[in-house]
């Protein structure tokens, strides 16, 4: 499932959980995501536009989301910024997440990484895997934060814990290297199998693939064993990765 999918129906279940006593609406929400996929989006903007109008947080976000792809409107950035903006004031942590994008690349708005930081922060304390792990490289690279490896690699765990295959991927480094944890083949092996096993390009595929390899090079048989068994065994907290 692509990330902006997951941004989709992060809006409509927002709906389902946050909105109970007008429930009703969860069907256009859901037939705009029908058409999203189908590519009717004429369909869809008449749906999620209505709705967003009248103060939907949900179909808010979902707005931002094609003004921010340029699908079935023209790409605004200024349209994304404004119906993030409306979303992530009402709690939609996807928005949250997508504002601190706009912030942190300056589209649609000044680039400001103490902002982005701001908004990644929301999200990430919502459980957004994504957004956790945007924080963490925000303090990786000491942007809009004090540098500090071992606050970035907290929310990368946090994000690895939830499936986020990025996350995992790097804390597989993290272990493989000995930096910011103690150096573990075994989990470096682990993180970096799972990594593999849900990216959902073929670079981070790679990237995951090369750690393993490498790290297995240097593994005894019984340790590869311990790896690929905690591997098997390994199940997300807190749900999937949003």
Excluded: C, F
Excluded at 21 to 31: F, K, M, N, Q, R
Excluded at 108 to 126: C, F, I, L, S
């Amino acid at each position: 499932m692509t990330q902006r999918k997951r941004d989709l129906i992060a809006g409509i279940l927002y709906l389902a959980v946050a909105l109970m006593p007008v429930a009703a609406l969860a069907g256009p929400l859901e037939d705009g995501l029908d058409a999203y996929n189908s590519g009717d989006y004429a369909t869809v903007l008449r749906l999620w536009r209505s709705l967003a109008e009248q103060g939907d947080a949900g179909a808010q976000n979902n707005l931002g989301v094609m003004y921010d792809d340029g699908r079935g409107v023209p790409q605004d950035y200024a349209e994304a910024v404004r119906w993030y903006r409306l979303a992530a004031e009402q709690g939609i942590a996807a928005a949250q997440k997508n504002r601190g994008v706009l912030y942190s690349t300056g589209r649609g708005v000044p680039q400001d990484y103490a902002k982005a930081v701001t908004w990644y922060r929301k999200a990430a304390e919502q459980g957004h895997a994504r957004a956790q792990y945007n924080l963490g490289r925000m303090y990786d690279t000491g942007h809009g934060v004090p540098r500090d490896l071992t606050e970035a690699i907290k929310w990368w765990r946090l994000a690895a814990e939830r499936g986020y295959a990025v996350a995992q991927g790097h804390l597989s480094a993290q272990y493989g290297l000995g930096e910011g944890v103690p150096q573990d083949d075994v989990k470096a092996h682990m993180w970096a199998n799972l990594a593999a096993s849900r990216s959902s390009s073929d670079e981070d595929y790679d990237r995951a693939t090369r750690v393993r390899n490498l790290v297995a090079k240097r593994m005894t048989p019984d340790q590869i064993a311990e790896a690929e068994k905690l591997a098997r065994e390994w199940k997300p907290r807190g749900g999937q990765a949003d």
